[in-house]
């Protein structure tokens, strides 16, 4: 019983006398703490159970328990977002304020940092829209990026006498040798010269300093760093020193006033996003020099009406010009040797790849037959679009290819497409109908999201997957033709916010199947059709300018279905011309006949054929008494043409013991 009583005592003098270890966390009037260092007593503050309002102060040490340990750390996001918060007092115990640690308290006025702090993270105080003036202590060592960005009501930030690291001028935080400039309070004077020692501009230097209207940039400065003017909504003008050398991600972005910009010789790479959302940019200077233009350096510049790539860029990022509504036209300067320019729409060299149509292309676009991928964003924002001829050449329609074509109301995916990249047509609010062909096997994500005008779709065979949110919000969707026997995958958003009661029909025999399928399980009403199939007599034809060649299609078909209509039609008539099954070669190049069969369901069916066209030797107005030797004309059946003028067509011309095939014009 002794044993037991003092094993019992000795349990219990453990339990009174145990630790916490480090990384344990707890609880004490609000604020919730995690132990830095259980042997050297020090915590950090992680956050709040509820939100502090109004004056909070910080206290230098904590109990928990039998233990006390100084608070040194206010963490990292430990008070963002505490909008009611309106001054805080920090105890001489902490030494480093952690990164965001007070972001985005607006109502925050004053703030006391004490001797004690030797680091302040980035971001710290960033968003607080109310605090009018900060002392940095002689204590600081270490300064993250932007600690007081966008903190639109400060008009000074002050550094103690005897700091080693930092010092203050004019209200500006700049390093001790005033090389760096790091921190512009936001409610800085309209007009700032940057001093002459200063060779770079921190990340978010100026960023949110909406007063400012024009800074004077010396031809010390090296480095405009990432975001260093972002969101300067009245700097009206910039003039950039032939000294920089690197303008950084996002630098001027959101300067919605400025007007125009002149890019110095000694760029070589415009960053991305670097002046986005300039929406009053009129005009942009690239120079020689630059060979990159970064993802969307341009983007939301709806001002802008014409630029110039220079023949030295050999690298353009995605969607670098998307947003630019007013543009008007993408020039390329002669040799170049990756990039061109046709009828103002950006292309690679070789015109395989669309890259960029300017945001204010006329209405109407046909794409050249020689182009396989339509790139990410290429008509992104293009309002003004109305159609676009796709070619068979094309095998990709990219990500955000069509987006927000607000005013396309027609458009054809030929049956070479393989690829619908995500978002392709999301937005596209004035299309009506569209039919996928039979080469797509997927459908991407959100492709026809948003497209509120779309009242009818058909999903082809070749269609085994639908992805997430493809016909997201297509409001007006009544009519489905799902030609697939086994449903398609598809998630339950796939037809999200696409009325239940739109009728889809599907093949005759797969009622169960889509019944009770993922997705389409959204739907109420299914009607099974029959079975519609064509076969054309061709699937590619050559032949030479002036040829004709005839095609036969035919059509097999279930008793119970009806045909309303059959057409002929042609991807290109400058190439090749389609009657009654009858194709006329125009002119050299590549076309794409397609016969479409229209069933009693409201069901396009279609079958293509692949002509190609080449040329042969053109003349005009030429007779058989040309000049040299006498020269005899025969048509195409063998039959001498007389006369001094030839009508157009094609003909054999002899002439000196040699034949040749010509072309009247």
């Not at 670098?320 to 007013?326: M, V």
């Not at 058909?458 to 992805?467: G, L």
């Not at 169960?512 to 054309?536: C, N, P, Q």
Request: include cysteine; charged fraction near 15%.
């Amino acid at each position: 019983m002794k044993k037991f009583l003092l094993l019992f005592a000795a349990l219990l003098t453990l339990g009174v006398t145990a630790r916490a270890a480090d990384g344990d966390e707890f609880t004490v009037d609000n604020l919730k703490y995690q132990v830095l260092s259980e042997a050297d007593h020090e915590v950090s503050i992680k956050g709040y159970v509820t939100k502090p309002e109004g004056d909070l102060v910080i206290p230098s040490f904590v109990s928990n328990k039998s233990s006390r340990y100084f608070v040194t750390l206010i963490g990292s996001s430990a008070f963002s977002d505490c909008l009611s918060l309106t001054s805080v007092t920090i105890p001489n115990s902490v030494t480093e304020i952690g990164r965001v640690a007070f972001s985005r308290c607006s109502s925050l006025t004053s703030v006391t940092i004490p001797n004690s702090v030797t680091e302040i993270g980035e971001y710290a105080f960033s968003g607080c829209d109310s605090l009018t003036s900060v002392t940095i202590p002689n204590s600081v060592t270490y300064i993250g990026t932007a600690p007081f960005g966008r903190c639109s009501s400060l008009e000074e930030i002050l550094v103690e006498e005897g700091n080693t690291e930092y010092t203050s001028e004019d209200g500006v935080l700049f390093n001790n040798g005033i090389t760096t400039l790091i921190q512009c309070p936001g409610a800085k004077k309209s007009s700032y010269a940057i001093p002459n020692s200063v060779t770079a501009i921190g990340r978010d230097a100026f960023s949110g300093c909406s007063s400012l209207t024009s800074v004077t940039i010396p031809n010390s400065v090296i480095e405009i760093g990432w975001s260093a003017f972002s969101g300067c909504s009245s700097l009206t003008s910039v003039s950039i020193p032939n000294s920089v050398i690197e303008i950084g991600w996002s630098a001027f972005s959101g300067c919605s006033s400025l007007t125009s910009v002149s890019i110095p010789n000694s760029v070589t790479n415009i960053s991305h996003s670097a002046f986005s959302g300039c929406s009053s940019l009129t005009s942009v200077t690239i120079p020689n020099s630059v060979t990159e233009i970064g993802i969307s350096a341009f983007n939301g510049c709806s001002s802008l009406t014409s630029v110039t790539i220079p023949n030295s860029a050999t690298e353009i990022g995605i969607s670098a010009f998307n947003g630019c509504s007013s543009l008007e036209e993408i020039l390329v300067e002669e040799g170049n040797t990756e990039y061109t320019s046709e009828d103002g729409v950006l292309f690679n060299n070789g015109i395989t790849t669309l890259i960029q149509c300017p945001g204010a292309k006329k209405s109407s676009y046909a794409i050249p037959n020689s182009v396989t991928a339509i790139g990410r964003d290429a008509f992104s924002g293009c309002s003004s679009l109305t159609s676009v001829t796709i070619p068979n050449s094309v095998i990709e329609i990219g990500k955000y290819a069509f987006s927000g074509c607000s005013s396309l109301t027609s458009v054809t995916i030929p049956n070479s497409v393989i690829e619908i990249g995500w978002y392709a047509f999301s937005g596209c609010s004035s299309l009506t109908s569209v039919t996928i062909p039979n080469s797509v096997t997927e459908i991407g994500i959100m492709a026809f999201s948003y497209c509120t005008g779309l009242t009818s779709v058909t999903i082809p065979n070749s269609v085994t997957k639908i992805e997430n949110s493809a016909f997201f919000v297509c409001t007006s969707l009544t009519t489905i033709y799902a030609l697939p026997t086994t449903p398609p995958s598809s998630s339950n958003d796939s037809f999200r916010h696409v009325p239940e009661t739109a009728v889809v029909y599907i093949p005759k025999g797969s009622f169960k199947a889509y019944f009770v399928a993922d997705g389409w399980s959204h739907f109420t009403d299914f009607r099974e059709m029959g079975a519609l199939d064509i076969t054309l007599s061709e699937s590619n034809i050559s032949i030479e300018e002036g040829e004709t060649a005839t095609l036969t299609a035919t059509v097999t078909k279930d008793d119970d279905v009806t045909v309303t209509s059959e057409t002929w039609s042609t991807s290109n008539p400058e190439v090749a011309t389609i009657a009654d099954g009858v194709v006329v070669a125009v002119g050299e190049g590549t076309a794409t006949i397609t016969y479409t069969v229209v069933d009693g369901y409201g069901v396009p069916h279609t079958e293509s054929c692949e002509v190609k066209v080449s040329s042969v030797s053109a003349i005009e107005n030429i007779t058989a008494n040309d000049s040299g030797a006498p020269a005899e004309f025969f048509n195409l059946n063998g039959v001498r043409v007389n006369g001094e003028a030839l009508t157009p067509g094609l003909y054999i011309k002899r002439q000196g013991g040699k034949a040749t095939k010509v072309l009247v014009k």
